[in-house]
Nanobody, 125 residues
C-alpha cells in the first residue's frame, strides 16, 4: 500500500492550493482517507476526513469553510482544496487511510493504518 501526496508549495496569504493523495495497493472506495498536518514543533493534527460511505464530512474548526475534501475513486485519488490560506496553515500535510471509519475517533492519528510521506505547504505573510 502506498499513499503519495502532491500539490504542496509556497503561496501567499489568501491564496489557494489543491493537494492530491494518490493511493495504490488498495481499492480506494473501500477505504476512508483523512488529511492531517504537522507544523514545526507541534503535534500532528487532524484536518479533514470524509466518511463518504456514511455521507459525512468532518473538518477541523480551524479550516472549516476554507478547505474542501473530495475524492475520485476511479482515479484512486483524494483531494484537499485549500482556499483563503493563512500563515498558520503552514505545515507538512499528510494523507492517511484506513479500512474502517472509527466513529468519534476519526481525528486520532491512531485511527489510520496507512500514511503518506507528506507534502510541504508554506503560506507567506
Amino acid at each position: 500500500v502506498q499513499l503519495v501526496e502532491s500539490g504542496g508549495g509556497l503561496v501567499q496569504t489568501g491564496g489557494s492550493l489543491r493537494l492530491s493523495c494518490t493511493v495504490s495497493g488498495l481499492v480506494l472506495q473501500n477505504y476512508f482517507v483523512g488529511w492531517f498536518r504537522q507544523a514545526p514543533g507541534k503535534e500532528r493534527e487532524f484536518v479533514s476526513v470524509d466518511n463518504w460511505q456514511g455521507g459525512d464530512i468532518y473538518y477541523a474548526s480551524s479550516v472549516k469553510g476554507r478547505f474542501t475534501i473530495s475524492r475520485d475513486n476511479a482515479k484512486n485519488t483524494v483531494y484537499l482544496q485549500m482556499n483563503s490560506l493563512k500563515p498558520e496553515d503552514t505545515a507538512v500535510y499528510y494523507c492517511a487511510a484506513d479500512r474502517w471509519f472509527r466513529g468519534t475517533h476519526y481525528s486520532d492519528t491512531s485511527s489510520y493504518e496507512y500514511w503518506g510521506q507528506g507534502t510541504q505547504v508554506t503560506v507567506s505573510s
